[in-house]
């Protein structure tokens, strides 16, 4: 997704340090909140741009759409529970796909994959956004549109997924990165079809969840 970095900073947003003395050497800390990224999470009609949210609790649903305009097809759905079993389950993350979501209550599916470009900004094949803040760190309910036309890909998938779980690119990471440091994995922007999620994401999210 991209990010409106013009305004970060002028939120006044008291900074929980959750990472702060972590034992394992992490090249940088890129799992919102970070000194880079620290808007609160809050719930958004369509993306804007400024999103930054963790998920609320390790437990990890996510559903596809499946049927109307924003439908997977076939091979965007293969791609995605791929993405979700051999990427994000071996995390301390435990995915489970769910084929009755819920999109009201306080225990709402927690990702819904679409194939839509509404909102997706200009130069980007995917956006995600929290529909449903828990509080201001974490978000019940996120959405993810990845463009239709072969967009649907492991890497970009993975990246959008990352987002979803609160990961972000190089230059909100805290150190800052190049947004393309081969560290970050498959949250670089622009993001390779084949990336994955590499040692220092999975480290945050298994300090996070
Ligand atoms: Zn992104």
Redesign the pocket.
Known sequence: ???RTTVFGAVAFTLIAVTAGAAWAAVTDNMYPTANANLACRSESGPDGNLSCQTDNRTLTYYMDSGGTNMLEAEDRTVVNSVMNNIYEPTDLSVTLDTTPEFSGSAETDIVYEESGIGVPSG?D???FCNNAADSLRCDQQYIRILGGGNYVQGLTC??T??AVGL??GQQASPQLSNRDERLGC?E?P?DWDERLQDNNIDHINATY
């Open positions: 997704m991209s990010w980007s995917g956006v995600t990246h959008e990352g987002h972000t690119h949250m922007t993001v």
